[in-house]
């Protein structure tokens, strides 16, 4: 099974700062099947990236995705007040499986 | 515009079964192109996928839970539903139903999320 581990747990910027996101593979994934998502308290999560670096629709473009292999990154490029939340990463591997990185907070400095 | 929405009880009591169903509106259950899938999120923690089902019958499970999983389909009626045993107090969680692609660029991803249903396990 592979292990998504996100880095870091949690990450104090400010609005119009720049936020860098890990996401990293205990084995190497496919850039095809790898997504990011946000999720806002009581809300459910909200697909941002698919393929490691397309947009799902509406989604802005300071958002970005990249990488490959193992290590994979989601950028915001200037962080605006609503994008102060929780970001997962998640894969999709063989036999139909799917899982989730632990999640990294994003807050208000 | 597709829609899902979890529907069931959200008091179950340890080591009975907790039953929920995941309602698609505006759209068919029965497209060739999406797996119709069950996550969870324990209070305060990260998402757990927990299975998945093709319009076929077709399933897929979480290694760790498959021994008390049972995921179905029922094209009829346009639902889904997820029935999970032995339930403890581990098992208490927003249980959210989502749609993934089968194929094509967005191929492994939850496109489409219900709003999740909080269940509590408790006597």
């Known amino acids: 099974e592979i292990v998504l581990t996100q880095s870091p747990g949690t990450l104090s910027l400010s609005p119009g700062e720049r936020a860098t996101l890990s996401c990293r593979a205990s084995?190497?994934?496919?850039?095809?099947?790898l997504a990011w998502y946000q999720q806002k308290p009581g809300q459910a999560p909200r697909l941002l990236i698919y393929g490691a670096s397309s947009r799902a629709t509406g989604i802005p473009d300071r958002f970005s995705g990249s990488g490959s292999g193992t290590d994979f990154t989601l950028t915001i490029s200037r962080l605006e007040p609503e994008d102060f939340a929780v970001y997962y990463c998640?894969?999709?591997?063989?036999?139909?499986?799917?899982?989730f990185g632990q999640g990294t907070k994003l807050e208000i400095k | 515009q597709l829609q899902l929405q979890e529907s069931g009880p959200g008091l179950v009591k340890p080591s009975e079964t907790l039953s929920l169903t995941c309602t698609v509106s505006g759209g068919s259950i029965s497209s060739s192109s999406y797996y119709w899938g069950w996550i969870r999120q324990p209070p305060g923690k990260g998402l757990e996928w927990i299975g998945s089902i093709y319009y076929s019958g077709s399933t897929y499970y979480n290694p760790s839970l498959k021994s008390r999983v049972t995921i179905s389909v029922d094209t009829s009626k346009n639902q889904f539903s997820l029935k999970l045993s032995s339930v403890t107090a581990a098992d208490t969680a927003v249980y959210y139903c989502?749609?993934?692609?089968?194929?094509?660029?967005?191929?492994?991803?939850?496109?489409?999320w219900g709003q999740g249903t909080m269940v509590t396990v408790s006597s």
């Open positions: 989502a749609r993934s692609t089968v194929t094509g660029a967005r191929k492994g991803a939850f496109d489409i």
């Open positions: 998640q894969q999709y591997g063989s036999s139909q499986r799917y899982t």
């Open positions: 084995q190497s994934v496919s850039s095809s099947y």
